[in-house]
């Protein structure tokens, strides 16, 4: 067959119709897979499409929502009292609250001249004629003046720079960690509203504020009190506070609301999770930490209390999604559903004709063509001999 015979052939037979052909096969095995098709297809229907993922409802992911965060506590260290405008940053609460659990202080800095860190590339000299004036690192803390100068009470000498003197890495003092600050409170406001709906929903109750103020959540018994306790949050996510206390970290806290509004939308209570978000690690990237700088005049000179602060931020990440009856969502996946259950006939065909129909006997039943033209009857001679006159009655059986 040539190439022009083949594609004549694929176009004439592209415009053929095909209809199916009913054909019962009295076989018990093929009866049992069919049956056994047919009943995992429809239950996964029923108890999967329809009944787990609710797929008779419309659906929203995209809800609008607003968060508010209250950090509450008093913690002492050493001789001095820090409240939350100490500890707290941001201090008019956010999505993202932050608390300072260790700090690493250097006092009186002022503008000046000192010595580079020996850690910095190129910073170690033993004349002036190792230093050039004017160089800048970005891994440094300043400007060099082409100097070489002893590093502070050390006999080796570094790159003299122009910074805030003392540089940190000499002059901070290590502060013993804020342990209490296992017991404070994080208040967590949250709002959502689902637009498609029309349904405005709340974390907590109305008309109930002052049970705020002594409660703390529990899924069961108080799952409208959104107030957690840091060390709640650290166990949640798996951490260990002291861990977290001397590198720091980022926890997100997941309000994830599931809301099915053919019920009352009074049901629909959020529910909360915790995961630690930065690498565990011991990289550099790891852990939490941030530098703030407090400012103030002295002898007319200004100084600063540089402060690197370690603590636990949290980053409250909602999800929501609603569901409501719709018509037009049933209609579809209903239709998918009947229309899948023809899988199994297509699968039971395809076992039949591989595997039981070894001498083709289904296969001639299965297909027909019907543009062939079906053979001439065959014709029969018969030959009659009687006996006696050739005139007979039929209705009486009896020869004349």
């Known amino acids: 067959m040539g190439l022009m015979e083949f594609f004549r052939e694929f176009f004439l037979g592209f415009w053929d119709y095909e209809t199916p052909k009913i054909m019962v096969v009295k076989n018990r095995t093929l009866g049992v897979i069919y049956r056994m098709v047919q009943f995992l297809v429809i239950t996964y229907f029923i108890w999967y499409v329809f009944i787990s993922q609710k797929a008779y409802q419309d659906i929203e992911t995209r809800p609008e929502s607003s968060v508010y965060t209250e950090m509450r506590g008093v913690g002492i260290l050493g001789d001095s009292i820090r409240d939350t405008t100490e500890y707290v940053r ?59 100068v002893p590093y502070y009470n050390y006999t080796f000498k570094t790159c003299e720079i122009r910074s805030w003197c003392p540089i940190e890495e000499f002059a901070a003092v290590r502060e013993p960690p804020l342990v209490e600050a296992v017991n404070f409170s994080v208040f967590i406001k949250n709002a959502i509203h689902f637009p498609k709906f029309k349904v405005l929903r709340g974390n907590i109750k109305p008309r109930k504020p002052k049970k705020l103020l002594k409660c703390n959540y529990h899924p069961d018994t108080n799952p409208y009190c959104p107030v957690f306790r840091l060390g709640y949050i650290a166990e949640q996510a798996r951490e260990k506070f002291s861990e977290l206390c001397r590198t720091g970290g980022v926890i997100g806290v997941f309000i994830n609301w599931k809301c099915d509004f053919d019920v009352d939308p009074s049901e629909c209570i959020p529910t909360y999770s915790f995961r630690r978000l930065d690498l565990r690690k011991n990289l550099p990237s790891s852990g939490y930490h941030y530098w703030f700088a407090k400012y103030y005049n002295r002898d007319g000179l200004e100084y600063r209390t540089l402060i690197k602060a370690y603590g636990i931020r949290l980053d409250v990440i909602v999800h929501g999604q609603a569901g409501k009856f719709s018509l037009i969502p049933t209609i579809i996946n209903t239709v998918t559903a009947m229309t899948s259950v023809g899988i199994c006939s297509i699968i039971c065909d395809w076992i039949m004709l591989t595997f039981i129909d070894k001498n083709e006997v289904y296969s001639e039943r299965k297909f027909d063509d019907a543009s062939k033209e079906p053979s001439p009857p065959t014709v029969t001679e018969i030959t009659l001999t009687s006996f006696g006159s050739t005139h007979s009655d039929l209705s009486d059986g009896i020869p004349l």
């Open 90 to 148: 941001p201090s008019e609460g956010g999505d993202v609250i932050s608390t300072i659990l260790r700090r690493e202080v250097t006092h009186n800095q002022t503008q000046g001249t000192c010595a580079e860190h020996y850690n910095v590339p190129n910073a170690n000299c033993t004349t002036d004629a190792d230093c050039v004036k004017g160089e800048m690192d970005f891994d440094g803390h300043g400007q060099r003046t082409g100097r070489c």
